[in-house]
Each structure stands twice: as C-alpha cells, then as structure tokens.
Nanobody
C-alpha cells in the first residue's frame, strides 16, 4: 500500500508560479512511476506529467509547452511539480498518483494509488 499526500497548492495570479509536493509513504518509493493529474469542475481528470524517479525519465502533456517541470527525490520519497507562467485555465485540483512498473502512462487507469488532491487557483 502506498499513501500519497499532496501540498503546495493555493491562489496565484496569472503569470505566477507554484511548486506542488507529493510525499509517498507505506512502501518503497522506487519502482513506481509517479504522476500528476488535474481535474477542473465538470471536467475529466487530465494527465499533466509523469516521472520514473529511479530512472529520472519524464513525460509531459502536450499542452504544457514547457511551463511545468516534474522531478523526484527518491531519498525523500517526494515528487515535485514546478509550475511556471500559470494561466487561469490551469485552475484545478491537482492529484498525485503512483503506478507500479516503468510505463510513464498518460492514462489514469494505469495508476494504482492516488492522493486527496491540492487545489490550485489562478486568477486573471
């Protein structure tokens, strides 16, 4: 069992930055892909980025255009999402997820464990 806790969300003006944190506990962090998804009201959960922290390989959603960076620290069992040049359309609840294996999937169904989410609001 993997327990995930997100933090770092909040209110920011358009053009600003936030850094999200996801700390994992319960079993070994290594061997899992770690991902960020987001969900806006009335919308489906959307893939943002994923990383295999052991291999340090990443994958991003096409719409990001380099604005976000995912990184991981195995020693701290923590994954980060640095979000720069935020836009109002980035407003959503951001969820951390963990999936066994090395797939770097963009599909939510491939992730076995989920956090409770941290809200991000970007004002115009």
């Amino acid at each position: 069992q993997v327990h995930l806790v997100e933090s770092g969300g909040g209110l920011v003006q358009a053009g600003g930055s936030l850094r999200l944190f996801c700390t994992a506990s319960g079993r070994a962090f290594s061997g899992y892909d770690m991902a960020w998804f987001r969900q806006s009201p009335g919308q489906e959960r959307e893939f943002v980025a994923t990383i295999n922290p052991t291999a340090q390989v990443t994958r991003y959603a096409d719409f990001l255009n380099g604005r976000f960076t995912i990184s991981g620290d195995n020693a701290k069992n923590t994954v980060y999402l640095q979000m720069n040049n935020l836009k109002p359309e980035d407003t959503a609840v951001y969820y951390c997820a963990a999936g066994a294996g090395f797939r770097l999937s963009r599909n939510a169904v491939d992730y076995d464990y989920w956090g409770q989410g941290t809200p991000v609001t970007v004002s115009s």
